[in-house]
């Protein structure tokens, strides 16, 4: 199971950190991601960790935004600085029972329902 929180309202340039509590899964065996989608758009890749890959993240957070996990917790975090108003969406955890990240969507068996991220002043 998958239950994000952390989303809400930030103006540019601000901060905020979303999290993931992912029971049932074991990081070292899991691939964790966070996707995206905006109004009218498809469900974008933003950041993966693996066992195999590490951290990995789209060209458009590289820099900006820092996937973490926390074994003890069972909770992957997304740390969002400078954010922009691009990057308003809602923000989605998923996960896939390989040691490998996947870019795309239909890659990934599990999914939180999601937490909105609105950048705006």
């Known amino acids: 199971q998958l239950v994000e929180s952390g989303g809400g309202l930030v103006q540019p340039g601000g901060s905020l950190k979303l999290s993931c509590a992912a029971s049932g899964f074991i990081f070292e065996e899991d691939a964790v991601a966070w996707f995206r989608q905006a109004p009218g758009k498809e469900r974008e890749w933003v950041s993966c960790?693996?066992?195999?890959?590490?951290?990995t993240y789209a060209d458009s957070v590289k820099g900006r935004f820092t996937i973490s996990v926390d074994n003890a917790k069972d909770t992957v975090y997304l740390q969002m600085d400078n954010l922009n108003p691009e990057d308003s969406a809602v923000y989605y955890c998923a996960a896939i029972e390989l040691s490998r990240c996947g870019l795309e969507a239909d890659e990934y068996d599990h999914w939180g329902q999601g937490t909105q991220v609105t950048v705006s002043s």
């Open positions: 960790f693996s066992s195999y890959d590490g951290s």
